[in-house]
């Protein structure tokens, strides 16, 4: 059964991805106009879309592909990613996709990051600005390779302070780095959204990311739930699950656009993606539909939800024709899932 559930893991990230390809950037508003309430299937980026435009029904985008990109980094070096070696693939994967004319490259923390490491920068410094959703868009392959524990949370800042290396981008990653690994070893949903929390307070000691008393020294506390005196990420993840777990799809895509967010901030998409599984937690397909139809950063919050959701249910849960889309993509997700869980069982 692990291998169906780490299987579901990347093709459920990549299936997000796909979905939400065409209307990243696109305001809820806009997704409505042109697709109705909650799309119906794989679309084409609309023309003159600002990244996507050209790229055909059931593309994947950056998400996808730094996933499988991280995936054979851990896989090579056994479970262990080196930070230099990192930086230098994610600096040759942005070379390749402009050499390809796409507009789809690194985002800006990552960006940032690489460049100073390959000027010099130590590792442990480079991220240290970077707190949007890189890190946690890409993490999946560590939650596939590492069962839950401090060994998994070790792997989850390996892998992503090079490039977001702050409290608020850490407690993401690690968020949905542990929902994907308790979905591995069997959990529901609803398990895995509370193991994700108990990561993401794991990996935010920062006091300034903090809410005490009301105060709000990392200046997000318009961003926060009433009374939050926790890690960003960890309260807001158990607000919105609360708030949405009743409500209908459409009422749930209402309230994290409005509430939640859906930009590129951490403390933005990550807490949505969770809503969406929240929302939908018995069906994959549809809760993928559904955070493609945000908007904003549909794409990532559809690949992170498609990851948890799909390392819950296991790969057979979402439709063999959107299975068969992403293996025409020629990425070979179903080998690369097989050698992450071989990592998860070494001695």
Not at 46 to 61: E, K, L, Q, S
Not at 207 to 231: I, T, W
Request: hydrophobic share 50%.
């Amino acid at each position: 059964m692990g291998d169906k559930r780490a299987r579901g893991a990347l093709y459920g990230l990549a299936i997000g991805d796909a979905l939400g390809m065409p209307t990243q950037l696109l305001t809820r508003v806009e997704v409505i106009e042109r697709w109705g309430l909650v799309l119906s299937g794989f679309e084409p980026a609309p023309p003159g879309h600002p990244i996507a435009d050209g790229m055909p029904a059931g593309a994947v985008t950056d998400d996808t592909e730094q996933a499988v990109l991280l995936a054979r980094a851990l896989v090579a070096g056994r479970g262990e990613v080196d930070p230099h070696a990192w930086a230098s693939a994610l600096a040759g994967w942005e070379r390749d996709m402009a050499a390809r004319g796409s507009l789809d490259l690194l985002g800006p923390s990552t960006r940032r990051a690489v460049a100073a490491i390959l000027d010099g920068v130590p590792p442990s410094e480079a991220g240290l600005h970077g707190d949007t959703n890189g890190a946690a868009m890409r993490i999946a392959p560590v939650g596939i390779a590492f069962p839950p524990g401090p060994a998994l949370l070790a792997h989850v800042w390996q892998a992503s302070m090079v490039t977001h290396n702050t409290p608020v981008a850490l407690s993401g990653a690690a968020a949905v780095a542990a929902a994907v690994s308790a979905g591995i070893d069997g959990a529901s949903v609803p398990e895995a959204i509370a193991a994700a929390v108990e990561a993401a307070r794991a990996l935010d000691s920062d006091p300034g990311s903090r809410l005490p008393d009301g105060a709000d020294p990392a200046g997000l506390g318009a961003m926060a739930p009433p009374g939050a005196r926790d890690s960003i990420v960890a309260s807001r993840i158990e607000w919105v699950v609360d708030e949405v777990r009743d409500a209908t799809a459409e009422e749930a895509a209402d309230f994290i656009v409005e509430w939640a967010g859906t930009s590129l901030a951490t403390h933005e998409s990550v807490p949505a993606a969770f809503a969406v599984l929240a929302a939908v937690p018995g069906d994959p397909w549809q809760a993928c539909l559904l955070a493609a139809s945000l908007g904003g950063d549909s794409d990532t919050i559809a690949a992170m939800a498609g990851a948890i959701a799909g390392a819950c249910h296991g790969v057979s849960a979402f439709p063999p024709a959107a299975v068969a889309q992403m293996d025409a993509n020629g990425l070979d997700l179903a080998s690369l899932a097989d050698a992450l869980l071989a990592l998860r069982s070494r001695p």
